[in-house]
């Protein structure tokens, strides 16, 4: 089990000594107390669904648009149905001329805005099935360097996407609720 291992402080009001949690997606062990709680989470109940994808000849223009006008940072590169790649904020800017947008901007600046997705993509994007446990992707956030997991389900379709931040929002909620 991939887990790690926290100290805090728990109910300062009322001094207590601290407490060593091991935490995953998998379960809780109270390490002083010997609780363990097994609640398996699934990335199904933690991805995002709203997922915005682009086609493989799209311009860095349009990805730019995107990225620039909303709040995530990856884009999923479809063909036909088919996941291709996937296009980060990063991706793009270090494909893009730093000059875009300021006063030095030459044509030769504007026109990486003109490359195509296929370009700039990662290709062959590690996935996961629906099903498949946080804990997975754990192990696959720690084992590539990737920082999101295009969620598929058991037909081959596109239903969400994970990204690491997903997973601390989720683990963080469930601290929360148990603290209380």
């Keep these: 089990m991939i887990a790690q291992t926290f100290s805090f402080r728990c109910a300062l009001q009322h001094r207590l000594p601290p407490r060593r949690l091991v935490l995953s997606a998998e379960s809780v062990y109270d390490a002083d107390f010997g609780d363990h709680t097994q609640n398996t989470m699934l990335v199904k109940h933690i991805m995002s669904r709203n997922v915005v994808t682009v086609g493989l000849d799209d311009t860095l223009a349009l990805v730019k648009e995107i990225f620039d006008h909303s709040k995530f940072h990856h884009l999923l590169a479809m063909e036909q149905g088919e996941l291709l790649g996937v296009v980060s904020d990063r991706d793009l800017f270090k494909a893009l001329s730093p000059n875009i947008g300021t006063s030095t901007e030459t044509y030769k600046d504007t026109a990486t805005l003109n490359k195509r997705v296929h370009q700039i993509m ?32 058991e037909d081959d379709r596109l239903v969400g996407i994970l990204s690491w931040r997903d997973i601390l929002r989720s683990l963080h909620s469930r601290h929360s609720d148990e603290e209380s």
């Design 122 to 153: 990662s290709r062959k994007p590690k996935y996961l099935r629906e099903d498949a446990t946080v804990d997975a992707a754990i192990a696959m956030f720690t084992e590539h360097p990737i920082s999101c997991i295009p969620i598929l389900s």
